[in-house]
């Protein structure tokens, strides 16, 4: 189908943006499985359940899981509070499951969800996701032996295809991008172009 996408990452302080980041990412195996799962009509049969509407970051990604067979993020954040830091973040951080190789783990996972508002057709063939991560959000992560752990990767995932319940979600794209340690002072703007053919 000769799907591709592109990611650019702004630094937001002060109204003024900066680019950190302005490269194609990779569209994963996890993204034809669901569309599969939608010709084949042995998925849901409704059409919501196919919709990119979550997203999660993470601490360890590498340039190794810039693969289409990439089914997860390395470290991803692993609580509503590593997602929204304060009571005053935009996040609507979630907990859901996930399919990985045609199964699904029994640990729920956290991710956030991506407004309706923040979908945008660009033409016929393209969809652009912007993701603002505000000042109140993803700040001073830390790890064990890592006090200061920096955002380095991020993906993309289905909603829910095969209308299972709870709702279990699959990657659909990814990138490694280089660090970016989060806090206070500022927000990021992840704008992902999805392009089919």
Known sequence: MGIKGHLT???VKDDQEELLYDEDNVIVSGFGWAL???YGRVGSDTITDYQIDRFKLGVSGSEALQVS?????SGSLS?????????????????GYQWQNNDAPATARWYAKIPYSKVT???????????FID???CNNLSRPGVSEASLNEIGLFVKNPKASSPETSILAAYRYFSNIRKTSDFGLVFRWTISFG
């Open 9 to 11: 990452i702004h630094k």
């Open 36 to 38: 599969a799962h939608l």
């Open 69 to 73: 067979s990439t089914s997860d993020l």
């Open 79 to 95: 609580s509503a509070a590593e997602y929204t830091s304060t009571g005053d973040s935009n996040l609507a951080a979630v907990s």
């Open 121 to 131: 057709k660009v033409d016929d063939r393209t969809v652009r996701y912007t993701i």
């Open 135 to 137: 000042e109140d959000s």
